[in-house]
């Protein structure tokens, strides 16, 4: 059975289990990893992120499992199946390039005019506040986000950097701070019982010898993480 033979039939099979009369699902390419969904009373329709399109069974059922317990207000988590699936290193090695390909304001490269974001991560390294890890992607936005300057893919492994900062009147120490501050996510890695922004978060944060400088110099250019 195709995979996406799968989707429908486990959708409509535990919707039922749950209540819906009638489900709908199909696989979307979405750029990043997510599920959306309509639904009135006993009618649900799910647009799932295609980067699941070779997930095995199990995962499928995870997934749907999850979601009909979240609509239906008993929300269980993904399932330990799921989970494992998504934070295996060949799922980001396989879904990486296709999420680059996706990924149309980056410059796929980590050298800027006048910054190079690969130096940047080795002045981390150097501070010994993160090891070098060969699947992160780096790069820098083609148009300066300036509301953003920072996003990270835990999921992917990808982290771009607004080409605002691509500047050397921004000091250096401000670039890295950034930098550094999209790295927390991959180091704490995907945990989606937890806040983006926790207190593990802010604990490896709080390493960062001039994070509170950096923050300031951020305030003042009126950018943001």
């Known amino acids: 059975m195709e995979t996406e033979d799968v989707l429908r039939t486990k959708f409509k099979e535990i919707g039922k289990e749950y209540g819906f009369d009638r489900v709908e699902a199909e696989f979307v390419p979405f750029k990043e990893f997510k599920v959306r969904w309509q639904r009135s009373y006993k009618w649900a329709d799910f647009k799932v992120s ?6 095995p069974p199990e ?6 499992t999850s979601l009909f317990s979240k609509i239906t207000g008993d929300d269980e988590g993904y399932s330990d199946d799921m989970c494992k699936w998504i934070t295996a290193p060949e ?5 990486q390039p296709v999420y680059l390909k996706r990924s149309r304001n980056i410059t796929r490269t980590t050298k800027g005019d006048a910054r190079d974001l690969d130096e940047s991560y080795e002045r981390l390294i150097g501070l010994g506040l993160v090891e070098r890890d060969p699947s992160i992607n780096l790069t820098w936005t083609r148009e300066p986000n300036i509301r953003k ?6 999921l992917m492994k990808v982290i771009q950097i607004s080409s605002a900062l691509d500047t050397e009147l921004i000091p250096e120490f401000v670039l890295d701070f950034c930098l550094y501050h999209e790295l927390c996510h991959i180091l ?7 806040k983006a ?3 593990h978060f802010s604990a490896l944060e709080e390493k960062y010898p001039k994070k509170d400088e950096a923050k300031e110099w951020l305030k003042r250019l009126c ?3």
């Open 50 to 55: 295609d980067y699941l399109a070779d997930a």
């Open 223 to 225: 950018l943001y993480l």
């Open 59 to 64: 995962v499928i059922e995870g997934l749907c």
């Open 188 to 194: 704490i890695g995907f945990d989606p019982s937890e």
């Open 149 to 154: 300057v920072g996003h990270c893919s835990v």
């Open 197 to 199: 922004h926790s207190e």
């Open 91 to 95: 799922f980001s090695r396989y879904k």
